[in-house]
């Protein structure tokens, strides 16, 4: 069975068949690094995590190129509002360079714990001024830009397919659909490829162009890198729904504009949001989760790796603390039943059932990439008595390779390390509860005391009492 993928380009599931046999060029939107990423930034990386590690599975070779947005980025997507680098240094009385590494940091050290491959370029804006400058100027000579108010704009109208990605009608946009501020522009839909009149005093970085001294655009980074690392047509481009309506199509007009080739990319796939408390969480809107923040409360960064791919990619996906919980129960019992399995890893025979699992758990994730599914493969090989433990093993290894769960580390784990299951665990929790609820809070003390010496650790919340191992 073909990898078939949905291609927001079109609204269609379509069979994936890359430019050049074997080989994906792949870009993802990465992070602006102005704060530290939250939980639902983390939704996009991990999505694209399963897609690079599917698509290798399969045998692609996969040019994996994420940007890293350390300059003009504002506020509104629409080049409204500030600019988020420039608040962030100020609130911190540091320089942008400065905050801009801090986050970076912070950013890889979230991947990497989330077990997210790091991708094999990593490209910040500030580093490609001259990519930029130079894809600007081919879109200029097309007849695709005017100068007003002393920045370069890119003319929407001039653009025969402008917002096709979105299914935006030209008509509506010119009516001004959106509120814009900024004056300057002929049509609300139009942005800036390059400011020259800094909208800010001060601005901290600033460099020489055709166009005066100053910085470009947000957009244009995202066309300049990857085009840079990937050619003038590559095959996927991924990122957040929110980047469908202004990012994304804004990106498409400026490649296309600049080199005449369409499709500039051929699929395009966007994972839908993380939401809480039914809102969008956004790091600009105010309070917001980080993987830190799910660390302190004593989860570990695998737990939510195991809560995003329980949903799909496509879907809305809520989060709470008892949904994160559950996901560490459940990721608890998978580490066990790995663990349990104590044999060495063997190659299952043909007509062995593990291989069925695996064959389907496959055919999970080519069905635009159901994690769920795969995820209920990987629970029923577990249950399937009838399969030889190495050689569920060997399975369970293969589909961690995707899945990303780090079992081979919890499969050689010893288990004497593990010397209270946790059944047995629940069942001293239980007992504290009836010390307590009998006030017989010494008893309940001494149970609590006798876990902390085999390294349990509780922790009385709203929903009842967790433990961890400390
Ligand atoms: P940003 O750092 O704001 O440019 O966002 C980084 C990535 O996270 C982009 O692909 C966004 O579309 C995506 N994103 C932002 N908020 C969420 C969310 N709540 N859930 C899922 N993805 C998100
Ligand atoms: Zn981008």
């Not at 890119?154 to 402008?162: L, V």
């Not at 349990?456 to 433990?467: A, N, Y």
């Amino acid at each position: 069975m073909p990898l078939r993928l949905y291609n927001t380009l079109g609204r269609t599931i379509e069979e994936f068949k890359p430019l050049v046999p074997g080989v994906v060029g792949f870009y993802g939107c990465g992070p602006t690094v102005y704060t530290y990423a939250h939980i639902g930034n983390l939704r996009a990386y991990v999505t694209h995590d399963i897609l690079v590690r599917t698509l290798r599975n399969r045998g692609y070779t996969v040019q994996h190129v994420m940007n890293i947005t350390d300059i003009g980025h504002l506020s509104g997507d629409s080049d409204s509002g500030e600019d988020k680098m420039l608040r962030s240094a100020a609130e911190r009385g540091k320089t942008v360079l400065e905050v801009a590494e801090l986050y970076t940091q912070a950013f890889f050290s979230d991947i990497e714990r989330m077990n997210i491959l790091r991708p094999g370029i990593v490209c910040k804006a500030t580093e490609h001024i001259g990519d930029m400058i130079a894809l600007i100027k081919r879109i200029e000579a097309g007849g695709y830009t005017y100068v007003a108010g002393g920045n370069l704009y890119f003319d929407i109208s001039r653009f025969e397919h402008y917002g096709d990605l979105a299914m935006l009608r030209m008509k509506n946009l010119k009516a001004g659909a959106r509120t814009d501020l900024d004056t300057n522009k002929r049509n609300p839909g139009d942005f800036v490829l390059w400011f020259t009149k800094s909208k800010f005093e001060n601005q901290a970085l600033v460099w020489d162009s055709p166009w005066g001294r100053g910085y470009p655009g947000w957009h244009i980074e995202c066309s300049a890198m990857s085009m840079r690392y990937l050619g003038e047509t590559f095959d996927i481009h991924a990122g957040g729904i929110d980047h469908v309506p202004v990012h994304h199509t804004n990106e498409i007009a400026q490649s296309e504009a600049a080199t005449g080739k369409r499709p500039w990319v051929r699929y395009w796939v966007h994972n839908e949001f993380l939401v809480l408390d039914r809102e969008k969480m956004s790091k600009s809107g105010g309070s917001f989760l980080t993987l830190q923040n799910l660390v302190d409360a004593g989860y570990d960064p695998l737990d939510y790796r195991y809560f995003l791919i329980g949903g799909h990619y496509r879907s809305q996906l809520q989060f709470s603390w008892d949904s994160l919980e559950g996901a560490r129960n459940s990721r608890k019992s998978l580490v066990d039943r790995v663990r349990a399995l104590g044999a060495e890893a063997v190659q299952p025979g043909a007509g062995s059932p593990a291989l069925a699992r695996l064959a389907a758990f496959h055919q999970a994730l080519d069905d635009d990439l159901s994690t769920p599914r795969a995820l209920a493969e990987l629970w029923g090989l577990l249950r399937d008595g009838s399969a030889v433990s190495g050689e569920v093993l060997w399975t369970v290894l293969q589909m961690d390779t995707i899945l990303g769960l780090n079992l081979r580390a919890a499969a050689e784990e010893a288990p004497e390390k593990d010397p209270e299951s946790a059944a047995e665990i629940e069942g001293y929790i239980a007992r504290r509860a009836e010390a307590k609820a009998a006030k017989d809070f010494a008893l309940a003390d001494s149970i609590r005391g006798e876990l902390k010496e085999k390294g349990i650790i509780l922790e009385d919340t709203k929903t009842g009492t967790m433990w961890r191992r400390g």
